[in-house]
């Protein structure tokens, strides 16, 4: 399996718009950041997780001419914003997959309704086939098994999924012992790691690597990072020998 970071930035990506924090000055490729998204690929298959309003650039960045479904975590717009970009996929394949529980449906209904529409169709709109899935239901996805994570992004819901030996985890603030016990033995983590303050809904770094020490997975990386996290290379230099930033166009094997 291989895993594709495609971006790695908090909402409003790295470099803000006219911003003149340090970070976003930078010249270092490593700190400009899109916002977070994962391409998963194995054999024949490509799912991507979330589909921000970058998705478009990272599709022709990594040259993905395939798109086999989009896996949501939840509904705020730096993670959905790009759906409306699945269109070449649609327009090739036909209706794309997209699973997520019953609020991020209900909201990209909202938002883009003319996706969702099952009459009188504008002519050249993207079509979905959706999924809906439940916590502790585990569902299939190519061929394998995807099982969802609960947390809470403060009072938001919040799905996480391990796929095999990779589990990714984003606007993460709060999860339960019986879904932590869900990532016991995962190999490569995916968690995010805002910023080194304290967040009213995020994880900061800190509150990260001690949820990294308690799932204890071979190797983490972080993400969802924002420029008040610092410079990725001081930062990359600070962490535990297993944990490192991540950063966009990774790729990792599983």
Not at 19 to 36: A, E, G
Not at 126 to 136: D, E, T
Not at 186 to 191: E, G, H, N, T, W
């Amino acid at each position: 399996m291989k895993i594709t970071f495609l971006g790695t930035g908090t909402s409003q990506g790295i470099p803000v718009i006219g911003s003149n924090h340090p970070v976003c000055l930078s010249k270092n490729p490593k700190d400009k950041r899109l916002r977070v998204s994962v391409l998963i690929s194995w054999k024949n298959y490509n799912y991507v997780i979330d589909c921000g309003p970058d998705f478009r650039q990272q599709m022709l960045t990594n040259k993905v001419t395939k798109l086999d479904g989009i896996l949501f975590t939840h509904e705020h717009a730096d993670h959905t914003a790009g759906i409306d970009d699945i269109r070449p996929f649609f327009f090739r394949q036909g209706d794309i997959p997209v699973f997520a529980h019953e609020d991020v449906i209900l909201s990209l209904k909202r938002r883009f309704d003319y996706i969702f529409a099952d009459e009188n169709r504008y002519p050249g709109a993207p079509a979905v086939k959706v999924n809906l899935i439940r916590n502790n239901e585990p569902f299939i996805i190519g061929d394998l098994p995807a099982i969802p994570i609960e947390t809470y992004h403060n009072r938001l819901k919040v799905y996480g999924y391990r796929i095999g030996d990779f589990a990714y985890l984003t606007d993460v603030k709060t999860i339960s012992d019986e879904e932590i016990n869900k990532l016991k033995g995962v190999k490569v983590l995916s968690l995010n790691a805002l910023r080194i303050e304290p967040h009213h809904s995020h994880l900061n770094l800190k509150e990260a690597l001690e949820l990294v020490d308690i799932i204890k997975p071979e190797i983490a990386y972080l993400s969802h990072i924002s420029h008040y996290l610092g410079f990725h290379d001081e930062v990359e230099e600070k962490l535990p020998k297993n944990v490192h930033l991540a950063y966009d166009n990774l790729v990792v094997s599983v």
